[in-house]
C-alpha cells in the first residue's frame, strides 16, 4: 500500500508544479503583451512597485547612501578653502551686478508697462523633493514625493533653478517618476534663443548631452547658441531653458544641458498658465 | 536537522536577493558602478539559486523580480522576465545533463549563463526598443562579471556548507 500511495503523491505534486510554470509563463507573456498599453492590471503593478516596493529597497540601501553622503561631504571639506577664496570674489562681482539688475528691473517694469505686454508664465503646481534616483544602465529616471493628491498628472514639466529637468511619465497618490531630460528616449522640440532654428532632441545615451534627431528645413545651429523649449508640441511650455549646443557634427548637434543631473534635490512641477 | 539548515540557507539567498536587487536599482552619486556591480551580483545570484537550490517557489522568485526589475530599470515589463523564463525552462530541459557535471564544470557553467543572460536582457531592450547598448556596457559586463564571480561562488558554497 505504501509505495503505491508515494507514487500517486509525487506524481500530484509533479502536476502542480507543472501548473504552476504554465501559469506563470502564460501570466508573464500576458504581462509582456500588454504592457505598452493602458490596462489596469499593468498601472496597478507599476503604482505596487513605485509606492510599496521603492521605499523598501530605499530603507535597505540606506547604509549605501549614508556612505555615498559621507564621501560627498568629505570631498566637499577638501575644497572648503578653495571654495571660499572662489565665493568672496563672486561676492564682489554679484553685488556690482545685483545694482546693475536693480536698475534693469525697474526698467523693464517701466517698459512693459508702457508696452502693455503680457508674460508667458509658468504655474507652479508643486516643489518637491527627490526620494530616490532609479537612473541606471537602462534609464534615467528619479522619485520624488509628490503625487496625484498635488494635482501633479502626467506629461507635467519639471525644471529646477537651472532650467528643465524632465517630465512626469507615472504618478501615485504620493509619488511620481520623472523622466530625465538625457534618456535616449526622451524627445524635445526645442528652439535655439538667436536664430530660432527648431529641431527635436533625444539623449545621447552617454548621461552628458542631448543629440539633435530632427531639424526643420535642415537648419543648422551655432556653437555655443542656448537652447529653449519651443512649446510646438504643447507637451512642454514655451521658453524653458535646456542648454548649450556644444558639439556640431555633420548632420546632428549635440546640447550640453544646464542641469547638473547628478546634484538635483528639489524640483518644481510646472505647466503653463 | 536538515529541514532547518535548508531553510537558512533559503533565507540567507533570499536577504542576498533582495539587498542586492534594492542596491541594483538605487543610484549612488558618489560610487557609480556599485548598482551594477549589484546588477550582475543580483543575477549571479538568482543563476546559482537556480542551480542549486530549485524548488517550486523559484517560480515565484523568478516572476517577482522580473516583474520587478522591469518596472524600476526600464518602466516597462519584458525584458527581465522573458530571460527570466527563458532560463528556467533551459534550465528544466538539461537539468538531467547538469547533473552529470563535474563542480568545476557547473561553476563554468553558471558564469557562461550569467554572461548569455545579461547580454540576452540587452538585446531584448533593443529588440523592445527600450534601450540602445552600446560596446562600453558590453565590456563593463564582462569585466565585471569576471571580477566578482570567483569571490560570489566562494561566499555562495560558504552559505551552503
Given at each position: 500500500?505504501a509505495p503505491?500511495?508515494?507514487?500517486?503523491?509525487?506524481?500530484?505534486i509533479?502536476?502542480?508544479?507543472?501548473i504552476s510554470?504554465?501559469?506563470i509563463?502564460?501570466?508573464?507573456?500576458?504581462?509582456?503583451?500588454f504592457t505598452?498599453s493602458?490596462?489596469?492590471?499593468?498601472n496597478?503593478?507599476k503604482n505596487?512597485?513605485?509606492g510599496?516596493i521603492?521605499p523598501?529597497?530605499?530603507?535597505?540601501?540606506?547604509p549605501?547612501?549614508?556612505?555615498s553622503?559621507i564621501?560627498?561631504?568629505f570631498k566637499k571639506y577638501?575644497?572648503?578653502k578653495?571654495?571660499n577664496k572662489?565665493l568672496?570674489?563672486?561676492?564682489?562681482?554679484l553685488k556690482k551686478?545685483?545694482?546693475l539688475a536693480i536698475?534693469?528691473?525697474?526698467?523693464?517694469k517701466?517698459l512693459k508697462k508702457?508696452?502693455?505686454a503680457t508674460?508667458?508664465?509658468?504655474?507652479?503646481?508643486?516643489t518637491?523633493?527627490?526620494?530616490?534616483?532609479?537612473?541606471?544602465i537602462?534609464s534615467?529616471l528619479i522619485?520624488?514625493?509628490?503625487g496625484?493628491?498635488?494635482?501633479?498628472r502626467e506629461?507635467m514639466?519639471?525644471i529646477n533653478?537651472?532650467?528643465?529637468?524632465g517630465?512626469?511619465i507615472?504618478t501615485?497618490?504620493?509619488?511620481?517618476?520623472?523622466?530625465l531630460?538625457?534618456d535616449?528616449?526622451?524627445?524635445i522640440?526645442?528652439?535655439?534663443?538667436?536664430d530660432d532654428?527648431?529641431s527635436l532632441?533625444?539623449?545621447?545615451?552617454?548621461?552628458?548631452?542631448?543629440v539633435s534627431?530632427?531639424m526643420k528645413?535642415?537648419?543648422?545651429?551655432?556653437l555655443?547658441?542656448?537652447v529653449v523649449?519651443?512649446?510646438?508640441a504643447?507637451?512642454?511650455?514655451?521658453?524653458?531653458?535646456?542648454?548649450?549646443i556644444n558639439?556640431?557634427?555633420?548632420d546632428?548637434?549635440?546640447?550640453?544641458?544646464?542641469?547638473?543631473?547628478?546634484?538635483i534635490d528639489y524640483v518644481?512641477?510646472?505647466t503653463?498658465e | 536537522?536538515?529541514?532547518?539548515?535548508f531553510?537558512?540557507s533559503n533565507?540567507?539567498?533570499n536577504?542576498?536577493?533582495?539587498?542586492s536587487f534594492?542596491i541594483?536599482?538605487n543610484?549612488?552619486n558618489s560610487?557609480p558602478n556599485?548598482?551594477?556591480?549589484f546588477?550582475i551580483?543580483?543575477h549571479?545570484?538568482?543563476?546559482?539559486f537556480?542551480?542549486?537550490?530549485?524548488?517550486y517557489?523559484?517560480?515565484?522568485?523568478f516572476l517577482?523580480?522580473?516583474?520587478l526589475?522591469d518596472?524600476?530599470?526600464?518602466?516597462e515589463?519584458?525584458t527581465h522576465?522573458?530571460t527570466?523564463?527563458i532560463?528556467i525552462l533551459?534550465?528544466?530541459?538539461?537539468k538531467?545533463?547538469l547533473?552529470q557535471?563535474?563542480?568545476?564544470?557547473i561553476?563554468?557553467t553558471i558564469?557562461?549563463?550569467?554572461?548569455?543572460?545579461?547580454?540576452?536582457?540587452?538585446?531584448?531592450?533593443?529588440?523592445?526598443?527600450i534601450?540602445?547598448?552600446?560596446?562600453?556596457i558590453v565590456?563593463k559586463?564582462?569585466?565585471?562579471?569576471a571580477?566578482?564571480f570567483?569571490?560570489s561562488?566562494f561566499?555562495?558554497?560558504r552559505?551552503?556548507?
Amino acid at each position: 500500500m505504501a509505495p503505491k500511495f508515494q507514487v500517486k503523491a509525487l506524481t500530484t505534486i509533479k502536476i502542480l508544479k507543472n501548473i504552476s510554470l504554465i501559469s506563470i509563463i502564460i501570466f508573464s507573456f500576458l504581462l509582456i503583451f500588454f504592457t505598452k498599453s493602458d490596462y489596469f492590471i499593468i498601472n496597478s503593478i507599476k503604482n505596487i512597485s513605485t509606492g510599496v516596493i521603492n521605499p523598501i529597497t530605499k530603507i535597505i540601501s540606506s547604509p549605501f547612501y549614508a556612505i555615498s553622503n559621507i564621501n560627498i561631504e568629505f570631498k566637499k571639506y577638501q575644497n572648503l578653502k578653495f571654495e571660499n577664496k572662489i565665493l568672496q570674489e563672486e561676492i564682489i562681482r554679484l553685488k556690482k551686478w545685483q545694482t546693475l539688475a536693480i536698475q534693469n528691473s525697474r526698467e523693464n517694469k517701466v517698459l512693459k508697462k508702457l508696452l502693455n505686454a503680457t508674460d508667458n508664465n509658468l504655474k507652479l503646481i508643486k516643489t518637491a523633493s527627490l526620494i530616490n534616483r532609479n537612473d541606471t544602465i537602462y534609464s534615467r529616471l528619479i522619485n520624488i514625493n509628490a503625487g496625484h493628491n498635488e494635482n501633479i498628472r502626467e506629461n507635467m514639466s519639471a525644471i529646477n533653478e537651472r532650467g528643465l529637468v524632465g517630465k512626469i511619465i507615472e504618478t501615485t497618490s504620493n509619488q511620481s517618476r520623472i523622466l530625465l531630460l538625457t534618456d535616449p528616449n526622451f524627445s524635445i522640440s526645442i528652439k535655439t534663443v538667436s536664430d530660432d532654428v527648431f529641431s527635436l532632441v533625444s539623449g545621447a545615451g552617454d548621461n552628458r548631452h542631448l543629440v539633435s534627431t530632427f531639424m526643420k528645413e535642415n537648419k543648422m545651429p551655432r556653437l555655443g547658441d542656448i537652447v529653449v523649449t519651443s512649446g510646438t508640441a504643447q507637451v512642454f511650455p514655451v521658453d524653458l531653458l535646456i542648454g548649450k549646443i556644444n558639439k556640431i557634427d555633420k548632420d546632428r548637434f549635440y546640447i550640453l544641458p544646464f542641469v547638473d543631473f547628478n546634484n538635483i534635490d528639489y524640483v518644481q512641477i510646472v505647466t503653463s498658465e | 536537522m536538515e529541514i532547518s539548515k535548508f531553510f537558512k540557507s533559503n533565507l540567507i539567498f533570499n536577504s542576498l536577493l533582495l539587498i542586492s536587487f534594492s542596491i541594483s536599482v538605487n543610484n549612488f552619486n558618489s560610487f557609480p558602478n556599485i548598482n551594477i556591480i549589484f546588477y550582475i551580483f543580483f543575477h549571479l545570484s538568482l543563476i546559482y539559486f537556480l542551480f542549486y537550490h530549485y524548488n517550486y517557489s523559484i517560480y515565484f522568485i523568478f516572476l517577482t523580480y522580473g516583474i520587478l526589475l522591469d518596472i524600476f530599470l526600464l518602466n516597462e515589463i519584458g525584458t527581465h522576465l522573458l530571460t527570466y523564463i527563458i532560463l528556467i525552462l533551459t534550465y528544466i530541459l538539461t537539468k538531467k545533463n547538469l547533473f552529470q557535471l563535474s563542480s568545476n564544470q557547473i561553476s563554468l557553467t553558471i558564469f557562461f549563463t550569467l554572461l548569455f543572460v545579461l547580454l540576452f536582457e540587452l538585446l531584448i531592450s533593443y529588440y523592445l526598443d527600450i534601450f540602445q547598448p552600446n560596446l562600453s556596457i558590453v565590456i563593463k559586463f564582462i569585466i565585471i562579471s569576471a571580477i566578482i564571480f570567483i569571490p560570489s561562488i566562494f561566499l555562495f558554497n560558504r552559505i551552503d556548507r
